[in-house]
Every structure is written in C-alpha cells, then in structure tokens.
T-cell receptor
C-alpha cells in the first residue's frame, strides 16, 4: 500500500536559517504529492502540492520538487521565520488509483529569534 | 459554510460510553474522510465516503467504530463502548474528487476517554 516517510523532529533552527525536511514515499502509479502545515492551535492546511514528476510546488517561500527517480518530495525554505514554527506533514494521494490522502507522521519545526 | 466544521471541539467521556462526533463538510464536496491523530503522529485514515456511501472503511479499527453520511453532506462518526485507547483527535476532511485535489480539514474533535 501507499506510505510516506518523513524525517523525525523536532527540527530547531535560528531565524533566517535554511530549512530542509525530507520526505520519501512508496506508491504504485503516479500519485500527487502534498505538504500540509499545522500551526499551533489550528487545523491542517495545504502548503503546496505537485501532481506530476519534476513539478515544483511553491508557496510562502517554501518549495518542494516531485522526484520520481528518488521517490522524494523534500520541503525547503531559504530563510525561515519564527512564524514558520509549526508541524509539517508530507502526504500523497492517487497512487494505485486511490484518492485517499496518506500522511507521514509529521515533522515539528521550531524557529528561534 | 466557509470551511469544514466539526463539533464538538472537545469531548470527555467515561469508559464504556457511546459518543458521536459530527462533521459538516464544505458545500459541494463529494468526498469526505475521517482520520484519527494521536500525539506526535500523522493523521491515520479511518473511513472515506463518496457521496452517501462508504467507499472505503478499511481504516476503522474494530466494529465499535461506525460512520454515516445519510444525505451526502453531514457525517457522524459513532464510537460504542469507548476505551481509553480511543482518546485522540478525530479529524474530518472533505474534497472534490479528482487527481491532485486537496483535502480541506476541520479543526478536529479532541476525544478524551477517562
């Protein structure tokens, strides 16, 4: 079945540091890939997505590229802010014909001033 | 409504009691999903509705869990004979059908079984 593996957190950075959160997946076919974010006290919301190989999703300075050859969708940001502190979830859907989103366990990001 | 609405936001119940959790999806979204999220974990799939029917209920942990969506809109997750291990945040999401469509989540219901 489909699965998503994320690097364990927490990831602790100083403001303006470079961020990478690794995500790899297992799926049949050609799934769509997503990053969701959960800010403290809020629900999950979509951060960015990519629907086919080599697509790059981007939003709020975050980027991730769909790499089919390495089955990866790593999240990056060049300069993090304190307001980026949240839990980030990698997810996929559409692999093997199923639209049900499958999530990783989440990676907590803590950004210090 | 503007987003996915879940009620109640918090529920404390005694072991062995019955609980119902409600989800009101975004109008026009045909797909509805229930997930369970434990501390430090990602959302764990429970059940998926396409319209009024449960298209996939393979994630329900046992027969104490049941969900309905009788008119293809509001859904209710029902848990019988609750156990302390059922304590978690229960998330509901809705989406349009199709490749690459995003799921919109509610704020969740935090269930505590004491």
């Amino acid at each position: 079945g489909n699965s998503v593996t994320q690097m364990e957190g927490p990831v602790t950075l100083s403001e303006e540091a470079f961020l990478t959160i690794n995500c790899t997946y297992t799926a049949t076919g050609y799934p769509s890939l997503f990053w969701y974010v959960q800010y403290p006290g809020e629900g999950l919301q979509l951060l960015l997505k990519a629907t086919k190989a080599d697509d790059k999703g981007s939003n709020k300075g975050f980027e991730a590229t769909y790499r089919k050859e390495t089955t990866s969708f790593h999240l990056e940001k060049g300069s993090v802010q304190v307001s980026d502190s949240a839990v980030y979830f990698c997810a996929l859907s559409g692999g093997g014909g199923s639209y049900i989103p499958t999530f990783g366990r989440g990676t907590s990001l803590i950004v210090h001033p | 409504g503007a987003g996915v609405s879940q009620t109640p936001s918090n529920k404390v119940t005694e072991k062995g009691k019955y609980v119902e959790l409600r989800c009101d999806p975004i109008s026009g979204h045909t797909a509805l999903y229930w997930y369970r999220q434990s501390l430090g974990q990602g959302p764990e799939f429970l059940i998926y509705f396409q319209g009024t029917g449960a298209a996939d209920d393979s994630g329900l942990p046992n027969d104490r869990f049941f969900a309905v969506r009788p008119e293809g809109s509001v859904s209710t997750l029902k848990i019988q004979r609750t156990e302390r291990g059922d304590s978690a945040v229960y998330l509901c999401a809705s989406s349009l059908e199709g490749v690459g469509t995003e799921a919109f989540f509610g704020q969740g219901t935090r269930l505590t079984v004491v």
